[in-house]
């Protein structure tokens, strides 16, 4: 990302990424689009603007607050071409740390379940485990504003079933989420392995205080 500086009033802004379209796993096939845009921009600001400060602003010392977040995962998945898509969702806790305005990290549990088990593979017989997985997740929240945040996640099963095409040992997961004036939080996060989609998690939950 690059700015040029016109006028007092305009520039000229150039940036340059990646963008993937995907379907979260849940209509197969899913190839997925990859693309790598070059976007250019003439920006006018319109009116007045503020002068920067001289002096910095005066921002009060941050303590350390701690959390515990609560969440429920919802969403579908489509193993096979031509299959009906099946619900996969779970639950989620973990304890955050909040050293900053802007971030949060910390630890927790992932808890999954895979509906559908013995439609897809019929004529076996499967147990509860062989429907569920568990992991431990390291997670890290970016605050965008008060309530807007992006939930950042990297997580290692401590047991899994490529049978639910859990095909990694780990996952990653980011996305966005609003979190209300009660505790309540909502948001829809991409849940993946080594970049290749599980399932899109809408999510609800809740935040409490640790201190």
Known sequence: NSTLKITDKMDLQTSFGLKHFSN???????????????????????????LIPSEPIDIPKKGLDTYWNFALY??????????????????????????????????????????????RNPGES??????????????WEWQLTERIYVPIGLGAYLYRNELNQEITWFYERIGVRYRFSNHLFTGMQIKAHKAKADFFEFTVGYTLQGN
């Open 74 to 119: 919802t969403g579908l998945k489509n193993y096979e071409v031509g299959d009906p898509a099946y619900f996969r969702g779970g639950l989620g806790f973990n304890y955050l740390l909040e050293p900053s305005y802007k971030y949060r990290l910390g630890l927790g549990l992932d808890f999954f379940w895979a509906q559908g088990i013995n439609l």
């Open 24 to 50: 979260g796993a849940t209509k197969r096939p899913n190839s997925g689009i990859n693309l790598f845009p070059l976007n250019i921009a003439l920006n006018y600001k319109f009116g007045d603007h503020a």
């Open 126 to 139: 499967f147990n509860f485990m062989d429907q569920t997985s568990l992991a431990l997740v390291g997670s």
